[in-house]
Nanobody
Framework: QVQLVESGGGLVQPGGSLRLSCAASGRIISFTTMGWYRQAPGKQRELVAA???????TYADSVKGRFTISRDKAYKTVYLTMNSLQREDTAVYYC????????WGQGTQVTVSS
């Protein structure tokens, strides 16, 4: 079994920054992709950013230039650095990993409000 644990969410003012972390543990074989999704109230879950084992990154258009996804060398921890946060970024952010199955974290709340 694989566990993904997110941290780093919270309340931030518009224009502020946050850094989310996701640590994987358990019976990890090898992840091909790790990433972040988010779900705002009343909306569908959407991809925010993803990174492959080779370091190739993908971003939603709405976060390009503001968010950066990165990972550690062991590819067991993935980060999401979020700058210039907007109220529209308010959502629950979920970590996900693919490798021998699809795994999801429990989510961490990000609220952007003044």
């Amino acid at each position: 079994q694989v566990q993904l644990v997110e941290s780093g969410g919270g309340l931030v003012q518009p224009g502020g920054s946050l850094r989310l972390s996701c640590a994987a543990s358990g019976r990890i074989i090898s992840f091909t992709t790790m990433g972040w999704y988010r779900q705002a109230p009343g909306k569908q879950r959407e991809l925010v950013a993803a990174i492959t084992g080779g370091g190739i990154t993908t971003y939603a258009d709405s976060v390009k230039g503001r968010f950066t996804i990165s990972r550690d060398k062991a590819y067991k921890t993935v980060y999401l650095t979020m700058n210039s946060l907007q109220r529209e970024d308010t959502a629950v952010y979920y970590c996900t990993a693919r490798g021998g199955g699809d795994y999801w974290g429990q989510g961490t709340q990000v609220t952007v409000s003044s």
